[in-house]
């Protein structure tokens, strides 16, 4: 299984969880350069299937720089979606803006680079999904072109069973459960009978991403930097049904609730032993604890809206929800699985020496 090997500043940033990931990304206005070796790699490299990416983030200098910026793309030039029915244009606004300064702190000898970044977006997100019809609400199949057959009647592999009349469910019939199920799911906004709701919602997403750099220079052989960046983002993804849930209304997301704090620690130091011998080395440290969690967290709602035992564990909050319920033809309602909740707390730390040789030259 091949995997990349992203370094920053030349310590360790993997996502010890998904190695394929790096534990924190840059902004852009940090990076100084980047170097990517994909075969016939030195031995102080190493560690990748892949690539290995060393990315090297800026300094300070005898001289004071700063950059500003800012970049808004909002909903003014969007069209409105056509199956959107209220007249006011669903949200979209994404707000990205940052700022960098370095320069010394003791000219010749101390320098540091800083910089902060925030994106805020908050967009609207829709999709279709499958609810039962007014009709199949009360009971009325007779739409549906199939028969409902009345499960206390036949024998116990199905065969000789008896028909509801008409296709209709008498309203007797219908179990607490599915009743209440049925008020939580709302109407459908088309008249169709699959993909006949559309929902709509506002996704949240707001990030702060902060590096600070310092580089010391004590002689012309000794030179030593320290870098510590903070990464933290929260973020809310909507759910079609409300308290029914149903997983989250963009299809490549998942709903409820993320938030997370990741910090990444790198020191290194390069010394000139002689004019053919030098030695660099480098401390990395990361700490990853994101969290992510569903809609309905801290909510026993098969246990005690639903009264199904053996739903929710009042005493473990992470069975808090309430069950997931898949009917042929329709789209699914409860939790959306086992995916959450996820927390992580995976810690990296990596150390590299390297003592590297080169051959003199004589005039």
């Given at each position: 299984?091949?995997?990349?090997?992203?370094?920053?500043?030349?310590?360790?940033?993997?996502?010890?969880?998904?190695?394929?990931?790096?534990?924190?990304?840059?902004?852009?206005?940090?990076?100084?350069?980047?170097?990517?070796?994909?075969?016939?790699?030195?031995?102080?490299?190493?560690?990748?299937?892949?690539?290995?990416?060393?990315?090297?983030?800026?300094?300070?200098?005898?001289?004071?720089?700063?950059?500003?910026?800012?970049?808004?793309?909002?909903?003014?030039?969007?069209?409105?979606?056509?199956?959107?029915?209220?007249?006011?244009?669903?949200?979209?606004?994404?707000?990205?803006?940052?700022?960098?300064?370095?320069?010394?702190?003791?000219?010749?000898?101390?320098?540091?680079?800083?910089?902060?970044?925030?994106?805020?977006?908050?967009?609207?997100?829709?999709?279709?999904?499958?609810?039962?019809?007014?009709?199949?609400?009360?009971g009325d199949f007779s739409s549906y072109g199939t028969t409902i057959y009345d499960p206390?009647?036949?024998?116990?592999?199905?065969?000789?069973?008896?028909?509801?009349?008409?296709?209709?469910?008498?309203?007797?019939?219908?179990?607490?459960?599915?009743?209440?199920?049925?008020?939580?799911?709302?109407?459908?906004?088309?008249?169709?009978?699959?993909?006949?709701?559309?929902?709509?919602?506002?996704?949240?997403?707001?990030?702060?991403?902060?590096?600070?750099?310092?580089?010391?220079?004590?002689?012309?052989?000794?030179?030593?930097?320290?870098?510590?960046?903070?990464?933290?983002?929260?973020?809310?993804?909507?759910?079609?049904?409300?308290?029914?849930?149903?997983?989250?209304?963009?299809?490549?997301?998942?709903?409820?609730?993320?938030?997370?704090?990741?910090h990444s620690i790198s020191v290194g130091f390069t010394y000139i032993i002689g004019s053919?011998?030098?030695?660099?080395?480098?401390?990395?440290?990361?700490?990853?604890?994101?969290?992510?969690?569903?809609?309905?967290?801290?909510?026993?709602?098969?246990?005690?809206?639903?009264?199904?035992?053996?739903?929710?564990?009042?005493?473990?909050?992470?069975?808090?929800?309430?069950?997931?319920?898949?009917?042929?033809?329709?789209?699914?309602?409860?939790?959306?699985?086992?995916?959450?909740?996820?927390?992580?707390?995976?810690?990296?730390?990596?150390?590299?020496?390297?003592?590297?040789?080169?051959?003199?030259?004589?005039?």
């Amino acid at each position: 299984d091949e995997r990349n090997d992203t370094r920053i500043d030349g310590a360790g940033n993997t996502f010890v969880w998904l190695p394929r990931l790096v534990a924190y990304s840059p902004p852009l206005e940090t990076i100084e350069a980047v170097n990517v070796v994909t075969n016939s790699m030195d031995a102080e490299t190493g560690m990748a299937g892949g690539a290995a990416v060393n990315v090297i983030t800026k300094s300070g200098t005898n001289t004071f720089h700063g950059t500003g910026f800012e970049y808004n793309s909002n909903g003014a030039l969007k069209a409105r979606n056509v199956f959107y029915t209220d007249p006011k244009k669903p949200e979209f606004n994404q707000n990205q803006w940052g700022a960098t300064l370095g320069g010394p702190i003791a000219r010749n000898k101390l320098f540091f680079f800083g910089s902060h970044e925030r994106t805020d977006r908050s967009i609207n997100v829709s999709r279709f999904f499958t609810v039962p019809t007014v009709e199949a609400r009360r009971g009325d199949f007779s739409s549906y072109g199939t028969t409902i057959y009345d499960p206390l009647t036949g024998n116990a592999n199905g065969s000789g069973r008896t028909a509801f009349a008409n296709n209709v469910i008498p309203a007797d019939r219908i179990s607490r459960v599915a009743r209440q199920i049925i008020e939580w799911l709302p109407l459908p906004t088309t008249p169709a009978i699959s993909s006949n709701y559309f929902a709509s919602g506002e996704a949240d997403f707001d990030r702060h991403s902060t590096d600070v750099k310092v580089n010391w220079n004590p002689s012309g052989r000794f030179t030593m930097f320290g870098r510590t960046s903070i990464l933290k983002f929260s973020g809310w993804t909507p759910v079609p049904f409300g308290r029914a849930s149903g997983g989250a209304i963009p299809p490549d997301l998942t709903e409820g609730p993320v938030d997370g704090l990741n910090h990444s620690i790198s020191v290194g130091f390069t010394y000139i032993i002689g004019s053919t011998l030098l030695l660099d080395g480098t401390v990395g440290l990361n700490y990853v604890t994101p969290e992510a969690l569903h809609a309905l967290w801290g909510e026993n709602i098969g246990l005690e809206d639903l009264q199904l035992p053996g739903t929710n564990d009042p005493n473990d909050i992470t069975y808090s929800g309430m069950p997931q319920f898949r009917v042929s033809g329709y789209s699914t309602f409860g939790n959306p699985g086992s995916a959450r909740p996820q927390t992580w707390h995976d810690n990296q730390r990596r150390y590299n020496a390297n003592l590297s040789w080169s051959k003199g030259t004589h005039g």
